[in-house]
């Protein structure tokens, strides 16, 4: 009886991430980048570090990206305070939006 439960708490686990992450990966959103900052600590005796990328969306509510420094240097190496970060639905990751071209 226990394996049962076992196997019915997982599926529903599974059902439930899989669930958040399609919700996730629906959204889209604007923003403009406010703060980014380089955080260090320890966690088991090693040290660990993570980039946090602060942002207003256009909707005025403030969120944050927490990212690996890895993920920070592939995905977002030129980003400033100031820039805007599109998320289109469908898309996993925001990308950095390129302002458009100035006449010459």
């Known amino acids: 009886m226990n394996i049962l439960y ?12 899989t669930y958040i992450g399609i919700r996730n990966k629906a959204k889209s959103w604007r923003g403009v980048v406010t703060e980014i900052r380089r955080y260090s600590y ?4 090693v040290l660990q570090e993570d980039v946090v990328i602060r942002y207003r969306t256009d909707d005025g509510k ?13 995905y977002y190496p030129q980003l400033v ?9 469908g898309e996993s ?6 302002p458009p071209a100035k006449p010459v």
Request: aromatic content about 10%; proline content about 2%; charged content about 25%.
């Open 6 to 17: 076992s196997v019915i708490f997982f599926c529903a686990l599974t059902a439930l991430l």
């Open 42 to 45: 320890m966690r088991n005796d």
């Open 62 to 74: 403030a969120r944050k990206l927490k990212l690996t420094p890895w993920a920070y240097n592939k």
């Open 93 to 98: 990751m925001a990308r950095k939006e390129t």
């Open 81 to 89: 305070v100031g820039d805007t970060l599109v998320k289109a639905a």
